[in-house]
């Protein structure tokens, strides 16, 4: 039960979930799958506060909708982020936050970057992070701009 909800918490940082209005929720409106799950919270749930409350009944949720499998990559997922430093965790976290706050083109336009970067061989992706690396402050943000400035690229048609 314990690893279940070490694996909700975990679950909550990736995907960001829905916050509650101002009223909370009380242990009564959860499912008994979300009560199963949230059971270490039942003696302080009236105490959380109601945003608190809405994430981990979020979480339980989609926990208790999780396969077994999916369950399983969920708690390696939290493995690693337990494994990270806190540093790294803290800038992935403030990173999340940006990307959060962008517009639904911009979300697009990096995810697709992102796509095709993963779709490179991995000698290509290792000579774009070293000539990244190289590169000044100031050069690294004229990169960022042309590449923002730059209309996305279109499929081109084949015959």
Excluded: C
């Excluded at 945003?51 to 009944?57: E, T």
């Excluded at 339980?60 to 909708?65: G, I, P, Y």
């Amino acid at each position: 039960m314990k690893a279940k909800l070490i694996i909700v918490l975990g679950t909550l940082l990736f995907v960001g979930a829905a916050f509650a209005d101002n009223h909370g929720l009380s242990w009564n409106e959860l499912s008994a799958d979300q009560q199963a799950v949230l059971g270490h919270f039942s003696d302080t749930w009236d105490s959380l506060p109601a945003n608190r409350q809405q994430r981990l009944a979020t979480g339980a949720a989609r926990w208790s909708a999780m396969t077994p499998e999916q369950r399983q990559q969920a708690e390696a997922r939290f493995g690693e982020w337990r494994g990270l430093p806190a540093e790294r965790r803290e800038l992935i976290r403030e990173r999340a936050e940006i990307f959060g706050d962008l517009s639904p083109e911009e979300k697009r336009r990096i995810r697709e970057n992102y796509g095709r970067y993963r779709q490179m061989d991995k000698q290509r992706r290792q000579a774009l992070k070293d000539r990244y690396r190289r590169m000044t402050p100031e050069q690294r943000q004229r990169l960022r701009d042309h590449l923002r400035e730059r209309p996305p690229k279109r499929p081109r048609d084949r015959k």
